[in-house]
């Protein structure tokens, strides 16, 4: 089984640069979630899904978009990267909103120089 | 708001003995919480949960009980091993809040 599947793995920007993680998720999970994780800060969610069709900001929104493309699919974008976006990013999905088990993916390593 | 505290700092230790990771809430109503688990090179995965007050999650031999008068959820493993290296996250949710909130983690380091 896939579970969550992030793609890149790692990835390299410039300062000014723009890009768009993806994310997609086979278990028909109603809920999806963008966590970054900073040496120290443990994990703070981005932007979240409860269903397909919404969005709406988590903690730390600023310089983020995203973008509910289906039932499947959430990706982030990241429209003028920034050196303080240098970070790991995780997408996670749930089959219901609150006080479920979130399934993480593997992770993007992204650089910002 | 919802928040969770870990005790500071890597935790090291020799295989086979016991490990004790710290964590307290914060939370309006009755949250569930949570341990995640986070192997090298991999995301989170969930390693226990409880749900109400006086339960005992428990997998893979670790083990913590929700102590709701002092707002605990302390995580043990008796005799550990070399893998069980890793980043151990608490982290808490409740009904009517949106978010499931993370403690920082704590780095633990098995030593054959």
């Known amino acids: 089984n896939a579970g969550v599947t992030q793609t890149p793995k790692f990835q390299v920007l410039k300062t000014g640069q723009s890009m768009t993680l993806q994310c997609a998720q086979d278990?028909?999970?109603?809920?999806m979630y963008w966590y970054r994780q900073d040496p120290g800060m443990g994990l703070r969610l981005i932007y979240y899904?409860?269903?397909?069709?919404?969005?709406d900001k988590g903690e730390v929104p600023n310089g983020y978009n995203v973008s509910r493309l289906n039932k499947r699919e959430f990706s982030l974008r990241l429209e003028s990267a920034a050196p303080s976006q240098t970070s790991v990013y995780f997408c996670?999905?749930?089959?219901?909103?609150?006080?479920?088990?979130?399934?993480f993916g593997s992770g993007t390593q992204l650089s910002v120089l | 708001g919802n928040s969770v505290t870990q005790m500071e700092g890597p935790v090291t230790l020799s295989e086979e003995a016991f490990l004790t990771i710290n964590c307290t809430y914060t939370?309006?109503?009755?949250?569930?919480l949570f341990w995640y688990v986070q192997y090298p090179g991999e995301g989170l995965q969930l390693l226990l949960k409880a749900t109400k007050a006086d339960d005992k999650g428990s997998n893979k031999g670790f083990e913590a009980t929700y102590r709701k008068e002092t707002t605990s959820f302390h995580l043990e493993k008796g005799s550990v091993q070399v893998s069980d290296s890793a980043v151990y996250f608490c982290?808490?949710?409740?009904?009517?809040?949106?978010?499931?909130?993370f403690g920082k983690g704590n780095q633990v380091v098995v030593i054959p």
């Open positions: 996670a999905s749930s089959n219901s909103f609150i006080n479920e088990k979130l399934f």
């Open positions: 278990m028909n999970h109603n809920s």
């Open positions: 939370a309006t109503g009755y949250p569930s």
């Open positions: 899904s409860a269903s397909e069709g919404t969005t």
């Open positions: 982290a808490l949710s409740s009904y009517g809040n949106n978010r499931l909130a």
